[in-house]
């Protein structure tokens, strides 16, 4: 099985930051895209950001400029630096990976995993 673990949230003053990690672990063979989505309450789920193993990155309009997406490839890792914070941040945050697993019969498959989420709260 493949865990994705996300750390990082809590609450911010407007304006403030907060660094969001993702960590994948278990029968890993490779990780192919992996990103950040958000939920803010009575919303629909919404990509923030997203990057390939190649290094391709991709982001919503309203946080270019403000979010940074990583990934470390040899820890198995994506993080999320968010700067100039806004209310309308609000959300629990989703870690997201697309990950080729070893299966017992030592195939190889494809399948999309999602984190348990991490709130993250912009509040004076």
């Known amino acids: 099985q493949v865990q994705l673990v996300e750390s990082g949230g809590g609450l911010v003053q407007p304006g403030g930051s907060l660094r969001l990690s993702c960590a994948a672990s278990?029968?890993?063979?490779?990780?192919?895209?992996m990103g950040w989505y958000r939920q803010a309450l009575g919303k629909e789920r919404e990509l923030v950001a997203g990057?390939?193993?190649?290094?391709?990155?991709n982001y919503a309009d309203s946080v270019k400029g403000r979010f940074t997406i990583s990934r470390d490839n040899a820890q198995n890792t994506v993080n999320l630096r968010m700067n100039s914070l806004k209310p309308e941040d609000t959300a629990v945050y989703y870690c997201?990976?697309?990950?080729?697993?070893?299966?017992?019969?030592?195939?190889?498959?494809?399948?999309?995993?999602w984190g348990q989420g991490t709130q993250v709260t912009v509040s004076s």
């Open positions: 990057i390939t193993s190649g290094g391709t990155i």
């Open positions: 997201n990976a697309d990950i080729d697993i070893l299966l017992s019969d030592a195939t190889v498959t494809s399948r999309h995993y």
């Open positions: 278990g029968s890993i063979f490779k990780i192919r895209a």
